[in-house]
């Protein structure tokens, strides 16, 4: 059975039955909004930098130390499971020079994540918890040190992430309830993740 969306009264937004659709086709539709770098940047700072947006499938981080990174718009997340069950995520940024730290997509049972360019060591929350050769470092420098924070939730079966950390709207109230119901009805949380295929297309 295949659901169809629908929004209060307002038709069916999908599917043969939509009524009063416009005649153009879509070779009329400017593709300027999809390849703009203008409105690239304008999109990402105002939307995907503040709202919230899929960061993964819950499956994948079902277990207490399970861990997976979000690529998307440039930008790197690392999502981990914590020991109580909670999710913990944290930008992919060491706080030494730079680079991101973790480099594989998923993982499990970890514990910590070094950096492999000196060796800088964060836990599975993104603080910073150890530093080699320390005492060449002055101690104010190193204290709570950690990857920024990114807010993190878990609804409907999919991981969510928000860049704006502690500022983020609650997730439900972000995500709203037209799209909590629509997405809801897919009871995605009984879903299995099967396969992952990636795809690089230069569009925003
Ligand atoms: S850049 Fe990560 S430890 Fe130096």
């Known amino acids: 059975m295949v ?16 009524q009063n659709m416009p005649t153009y086709g879509p070779s009329k539709m400017s593709r300027q909004p999809y390849t703009d770098p203008v409105q690239y940047e304008l999109e990402r700072e105002h939307v995907l930098a503040k709202h919230w947006i899929l960061g993964g499938h819950a499956s ?18 690392v999502i981990t499971r914590q020991p109580d069950g909670s999710l913990a995520a944290f930008q992919n940024v060491c706080q030494h020079r730079g680079p991101a730290f973790v480099s594989e997509m998923t993982g499990c049972k970890a514990r910590r994540f070094t950096c492999p360019y000196h060796g800088w060591v964060y836990d599975t929350t993104g603080k910073l918890v150890g530093v080699p050769e320390r005492e060449d470092f002055a101690e104010e420098h190193l204290r709570d040190v950690r990857a920024p924070k990114v807010a993190v939730g878990e609804w409907g079966g999919w991981v969510w992430i928000n860049l704006a950390g502690d500022d983020a ?5 972000g995500l709203g309830a037209d799209i909590m119901a629509d997405l809801g009805a897919y009871k995605m949380e009984d879903m299995i993740l099967h396969d992952v295929v990636e795809w690089d297309v230069p569009v925003s």
């Open 60 to 77: 994948t981080v079902k277990n207490p130390g399970d861990w997976m990174t979000f690529e998307g718009h440039g930008e790197t997340v």
């Open 3 to 18: 659901h169809i969306p629908t929004r209060g009264t307002l038709p069916a937004r999908v599917g043969p039955q939509i």
């Open 169 to 173: 709207v609650p997730l439900e109230e």
